[in-house]
């Protein structure tokens, strides 16, 4: 069972900050320095960096600089009581796992980690595309000694390391795979029934690179009671809906023999990864089918192919998604509940995506593994997703947002602070509800996913687009330009809407966008083109409107 040990690594190049806790005062009028931050990690078994700080970045858009689990650094004032519960959590749990190795070890923080390359998985191939994955494992569960239940352990993996030092390389990276397999914990029992589901979550390096995991339990074949056992693929692409087609094709070869996931594995591992859009065939044998060609599409919007919007409308109204949506803007802390992992990780990361062309830049857990459960403890900001079984474990509901997602009926709204629904302009809601009417009841994943994303993009065309008016040169040549906050905050139209933009403007999603921009101030993104036309498209509308007032005068 992997443990956990925590630390935190303030930024060379900034300044450390803290966000305070989310108390009342601090969600409406308290102004964050924008140019102070901290980065920090949390590191599995001293290796790989369990993700904590955002969703796969889109394709395209800036990767900001690595983040992790928010923890405070320690020159604030803040009570540091839930920190160093945390804290004194995971050093318990790390002694442990080295006293059952037999081995005396004290993890300490890289003064200056360098990024450096994985063994083989890293390799590109000829044709020059990346793999499809670096990882496929099955995670199966293990009875451990002294009748403590089951533990979770790795027990196929494809490819094969092929010396020792990529063995334990790959041991060290795989080992955090099993804790989020089986989040639960250690409490199973065979299971003559269970239904099958998918899920993700995402791994942050040291180096602040991330790869996703996508993960599918199941009840593996055969007679009686067994537990259950997990395939997980590991790749640095995000493509929810690819991968779950992969794991269809896995699960039918594993009803055969274990042996018959591996040629199919290698012919997928050395076909191209598609374009947006576009299609790969991979050729594979099972036997009484002979040779079956499996087609595997890549969405055309890339920067939407890890998002499925329909579970996230499904469990909540539209009113209930833009108070979620609320909350997540202006960054407060928020919590799912939900009974299936699959349910948590689509929430999650659909209510990441609404943010787009912004990203989250803080916690970001889609599936909390019990051992990690104090992290919600942490004053930051943070969007965490919890099993319905560990619900009763929260019991400090102060300034949190907990959405039962598996709620049948009623509001699903566990604890609020009280003023979502309010923090968005009216109007602004009522174009957004409208909006989001216009998807159809039997709309495709593609349909409900452009729909949807185009209502929110809208959102901050409307409050926010007019941002590249206000990011200036003071000099000629290569000098950076700089974001004139005061001129934009005073162009901000309707008036009604200032009190919200003045709110996200102090958010670290906000920030971080505009660095990105005062670095490259003429570059023509995808969100400055969507302005443009927005811009273009109600330049118009206003000529039309005024055209038909002469007609009738």
């Not at 901290?38 to 001293?46: H, I, K, N, Q, W």
């Not at 070869?253 to 274990?258: A, C, L, V, Y």
């Not at 409050?463 to 901000?492: C, E, R």
């Not at 919200?500 to 996200?504: A, D, I, P």
């Given at each position: 069972?992997?443990?956990?040990?925590?630390?935190?690594?303030a930024?060379?190049?900034?300044?450390?900050?803290w966000n305070?806790?989310?108390?009342?005062?601090?969600?409406?009028?308290?102004?964050?320095?924008?140019?102070?931050r901290?980065?920090?990690?949390?590191?599995?078994?001293?290796q790989?960096?369990?993700?904590?700080?955002?969703?796969?970045?889109?394709?395209?858009?800036?990767?900001?600089?690595?983040?992790?689990?928010?923890m405070?650094s320690?020159?604030?004032?803040?009570?540091?009581?839930?920190?160093?519960?945390?804290?004194?959590?995971?050093?318990?749990?790390?002694?442990?796992?080295?006293?059952?190795?037999?081995?005396?070890?004290?993890?300490?923080?890289?003064?200056?980690?360098?990024p450096?390359?994985l063994?083989?998985q890293?390799?590109?191939?000829?044709?020059?595309?990346?793999?499809?994955?670096?990882?496929l494992?099955?995670?199966?569960?293990?009875?451990?000694?002294?009748?403590?239940?089951?533990?979770?352990?790795?027990?196929?993996q494809?490819?094969?390391?092929t010396n020792?030092?990529?063995?334990?390389?790959?041991e060290?990276?795989?080992k955090?795979?099993?804790l989020?397999?089986?989040?639960?914990?250690?409490n199973?029992?065979?299971?003559?029934?269970?239904?099958?589901?998918?899920?993700?979550?995402?791994?942050?390096?040291?180096?602040?690179?991330?790869?996703?995991?996508?993960?599918?339990r199941?009840?593996?074949?055969?007679?009686?009671?067994?537990?259950p056992?997990?395939?997980?693929?590991?790749?640095?692409?995000?493509?929810?809906?690819l991968?779950?087609k992969?794991?269809?094709?896995?699960e039918k070869?594993?009803?055969?023999?274990?042996?018959?996931?591996?040629?199919f594995?290698?012919?997928?591992?050395?076909?191209?990864?598609?374009?947006?859009?576009?299609?790969?065939?991979?050729?594979?044998?099972?036997?009484?089918?002979?040779?079956?060609?499996?087609?595997?599409?890549?969405?055309?919007?890339?920067?939407?192919?890890?998002?499925?919007?329909q579970?996230?409308?499904?469990c909540?109204?539209?009113?209930?998604?833009?108070?979620?949506f609320?909350?997540?803007?202006?960054?407060?802390?928020?919590?799912?509940?939900?009974?299936?992992?699959?349910?948590?990780?689509?929430?999650?990361?659909?209510?990441?995506?609404?943010?787009f062309?912004?990203?989250?830049?803080?916690?970001?857990?889609?599936?909390?593994?019990?051992?990690?459960?104090?992290?919600?403890?942490?004053?930051?900001?943070?969007?965490?997703?919890?099993?319905?079984?560990?619900?009763?474990?929260?019991?400090?509901?102060?300034d949190?947002?907990?959405?039962?997602?598996?709620?049948?009926?009623?509001?699903?709204?566990?604890?609020?602070?009280?003023?979502?629904d309010?923090?968005?302009?009216?109007?602004?809601?009522?174009?957004?509800?409208?909006?989001?009417c216009?998807?159809?009841h039997?709309?495709?994943?593609?349909?409900?996913?452009?729909?949807?994303?185009?209502?929110?993009?809208?959102?901050?065309?409307k409050?926010?687009?007019?941002?590249?008016?206000?990011?200036?040169?003071?000099?000629?040549?290569?000098?950076?330009?700089?974001?004139?906050?005061?001129?934009?905050?005073?162009?901000?139209?309707?008036?009604?809407?200032?009190t919200?933009?003045?709110?996200?403007v102090?958010?670290?999603?906000?920030?971080?966008?505009?660095?990105?921009?005062?670095?490259?101030?003429?570059?023509?993104?995808?969100?400055?083109?969507?302005?443009?036309?927005y811009?273009?498209?109600?330049?118009?509308e206003?000529?039309k409107?005024?055209?038909?007032?002469?007609?009738?005068?």
């Open positions: 069972m992997v443990m956990a040990a925590v630390w935190q690594e930024s060379r190049s900034l300044p450390s900050y305070p806790p989310l108390h009342q005062e601090n969600l409406h009028g308290s102004e964050r320095s924008c140019t102070q901290v980065y920090r990690r949390v590191r599995v078994a001293g790989p960096i369990i993700q904590m700080n955002g969703p796969p970045t889109a394709p395209g858009h800036a990767d900001p600089s690595p983040m992790a689990c928010d405070m320690g020159q604030t004032d803040v009570d540091h009581g839930p920190m160093k519960k945390i804290s004194s959590m995971f050093s318990s749990l790390q002694e442990k796992l080295h006293r059952d190795k037999g081995e005396k070890k004290v993890l300490t923080p890289p003064s200056a980690p360098t450096r390359p063994p083989h890293d390799r590109i191939p000829s044709h020059g595309q990346t793999f499809f994955f670096e990882h494992v099955v995670v199966s569960l293990k009875k451990s000694n002294g009748d403590k239940g089951y533990e979770p352990q790795i027990s196929y494809f490819p094969k390391a020792r030092s990529q063995k334990e390389e790959e060290k990276c795989l955090a795979v099993t989020f397999c089986f989040p639960e914990g250690v199973w029992a065979p299971l003559t029934e269970y239904r099958s589901e998918t899920f993700s979550f995402v791994l942050t390096e040291i180096d602040g690179s991330r790869r996703n995991g996508y993960c599918r199941l009840l593996p074949h055969g007679k009686g009671a067994r537990p056992e997990a395939y997980c693929i590991i790749s640095k692409l995000a493509c929810f809906s991968f779950s992969i794991f269809d094709e896995v070869r594993r009803q055969i023999s274990m042996a018959m996931i591996y040629p594995m290698q012919s997928l591992r050395e076909a191209p990864f598609p374009a947006p859009g576009k299609t790969v065939n991979i050729k594979s044998f099972i036997p009484e089918s002979g040779t079956e060609i499996i087609s595997l599409t890549r969405p055309q919007d890339s920067w939407l192919e890890h998002v499925d919007f579970t996230l409308f499904h909540l109204t539209d009113e209930e998604v833009l108070q979620v609320a909350a997540t803007v202006l960054e407060r802390r928020i919590v799912f509940i939900a009974e299936e992992l699959s349910t948590l990780s689509q929430v999650l990361h659909a209510v990441a995506a609404l943010l062309p912004f990203l989250w830049q803080h916690t970001f857990i889609s599936i909390v593994p019990r051992v990690l459960l104090d992290v919600y403890l942490a004053p930051t900001p943070y969007l965490l997703g919890i099993q319905s079984t560990l619900q009763r474990q929260l019991t400090d509901h102060t949190l947002l907990i959405v039962d997602l598996s709620a049948p009926t009623g509001s699903k709204f566990i604890t609020r602070i009280g003023d979502e309010t923090l968005i302009p009216a109007k602004l809601q009522e174009e957004l509800l409208q909006a989001l216009m998807r159809r039997n709309a495709s994943t593609e349909e409900l996913n452009r729909v949807i994303s185009e209502a929110f993009l809208t959102f901050f065309m409050t926010v687009g007019h941002f590249a008016d206000h990011v200036k040169k003071s000099g000629g040549g290569k000098q950076a330009a700089t974001f004139q906050k005061k001129s934009f905050l005073k162009a901000v139209e309707p008036k009604s809407s200032r919200f933009v003045k709110q996200f102090q958010t670290q999603m906000f920030d971080l966008f505009i660095q990105e921009e005062e670095k490259q101030p003429n570059h023509e993104g995808f969100f400055r083109k969507k302005v443009a036309e811009q273009e498209r109600k330049k118009k206003r000529m409107s005024g055209w038909m007032k002469g007609v009738v005068v």
